[in-house]
């Protein structure tokens, strides 16, 4: 597909995560097929796709919660399917901050319980006191402390994703991966919210996986961009990695929608365009249901 690049290039820290020859099915379908990825310490890696391309599946037969067909993954060096990373990788999954709304809990009381997957337990004494450290902590670095103390049903939905990212922050874990953390948040948020994601795995060495369907976003924060898609080649469909580099050479509106097959409803001849790595010239431009969100 000429979009593959050599990401291990990027970073030359540890190799926390690595996926070889990982294919996976969701009912009938083949979602992923021949995935090799390797993640480095310190990476923000921002994880796009259509609805339905199988993000969701990558993030979960990464953390080893899906049978695979081929392959595997290992996380921190150990095989994922053994869980050993328990601990060691946080979690925030896909509306995770739609809370039940009858049940009180407060804004702290809810970061406090991300205490209960750390890695580590101090000896009892020590414990409570640390704990109060950690979770004030985690509360400034996702900006809550001023509402520490409300209840998380009176929260805005910007405030309640990040009180569910301050719990993935206080289990110290090295591995953060987040499904669709961005969704519900306002502007300022989300651009505070991105800047510690970015500072967390630069100055805390934190390697974050992220999927979100806001590429703009993705492309000014994350370090590497993997692209997720479907694509019908010739008779079969395969789903698999369409693009993983840098976001500066992410390809434009035009490149993905000639890379997906979308062709223009609105002229009748087809346009030549060409890709960004300069090797592919294609037919067929854009359309408007391939648009970049905000
Ligand atoms: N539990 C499931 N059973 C059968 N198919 C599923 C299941 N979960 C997801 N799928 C299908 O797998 C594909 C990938 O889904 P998903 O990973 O959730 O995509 P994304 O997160 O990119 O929206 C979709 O076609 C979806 O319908
Ligand atoms: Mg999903």
Request: glycine share 8%; charged share 20%.
């Amino acid at each position: 597909m000429g979009y593959l690049m050599e990401s291990h290039l990027f970073n030359d820290g540890e190799i926390v995560i690595q996926a070889s020859n990982l294919s996976v099915s969701r009912g009938n379908t083949i979602v992923l097929d021949n995935i090799n990825l390797t993640i480095r310490q310190g990476d923000f890696v921002g994880l796009v796709g259509p609805n339905g391309s199988g993000k969701t599946t990558l993030l979960m037969a990464i953390l080893g919660l899906l049978n695979t067909i081929t392959g595997k993954v290992e996380i921190l060096g150990q095989d994922s399917a053994n869980m050993a990373h328990n601990g060691r990788v946080a979690w925030v999954s896909q509306a995770a901050s739609n809370l039940p709304k009858n049940i009180r809990i407060t804004v702290r009381e809810l970061i406090s319980l991300g205490v209960l997957n750390a890695k580590t337990m101090l000896p009892f004494m020590k414990r409570r006191q640390d704990i109060r450290k950690k979770v004030d902590n985690a509360l400034s670095l996702v900006g809550l402390e001023n509402v520490a103390d409300v209840d998380i049903s009176r929260l805005s939905g910007g405030q309640r994703q990040r009180a569910v990212i301050g719990r993935a922050l206080v289990t110290n874990a090295e591995i953060l991966v987040f499904d669709e953390p961005l969704v519900g948040i306002d502007r300022d948020s989300r651009n505070s919210l991105l800047k510690l994601l970015d500072d967390l795995c630069h100055i805390q060495k934190k390697t974050l996986l992220m999927v979100s369907h806001d590429i703009a976003a993705i492309r000014q924060s994350a370090h590497r961009v993997i692209y997720l898609d479907l694509i019908q080649l010739n008779d079969c469909c395969r789903g698999g990695i369409q693009y993983d580099g840098p976001p500066a050479d992410f390809p434009d509106l035009l490149s993905l929608a000639t890379l997906r097959g979308i062709r223009n409803v609105h002229s009748p001849e087809p346009i030549i365009i060409s890709l960004k790595d300069g090797t592919e010239q294609s037919k067929i431009v854009a359309n408007d249901s391939l648009r970049e969100e905000e």
